[in-house]
Nanobody, 114 residues
């Protein structure tokens, strides 16, 4: 059974940093394409970042230069390093194993507020 377990959300002041982690169990993580999404209150879920099995990454324009997605295949973990956080980054963040298959984590709350 494939499971995605997310960690690292919390409350942070504007300009601060957080790192989210997503541990994947039950599948061959090294070949997986992984995404991060987020959903703010009253808004649709939004794609944030992707990392390929080979480590190539891309981002939604609103987080470019501030967020970094990375992976550690030995730890079956994908990370989202978030710097220079803004109040508009407040959302529930989800990791997704996009390929092969389609699996989601339970989400972790990130709140950016003074």
């Amino acid at each position: 059974q494939v499971q995605l377990l997310e960690f690292g959300g919390g409350l942070v002041q504007p300009g601060g940093s957080l790192t989210l982690s997503c541990v994947v169990v039950g599948t061959r993580f090294s070949i997986a394409v992984m995404d991060w999404y987020r959903q703010a209150p009253g808004k649709q879920r939004e794609w944030v970042a992707r990392i390929s099995s080979g480590g190539a990454s891309n981002y939604v324009d609103s987080v470019k230069g501030r967020f970094t997605i990375s992976r550690d295949n030995a730890m079956n973990t994908v990370y989202l390093q978030m710097n220079s956080l803004k109040p508009e980054d407040t959302a529930v963040y989800y990791c997704r194993l996009t390929s092969p298959g389609n699996f989601w984590g339970q989400g972790t709350q990130v709140t950016v507020s003074s």
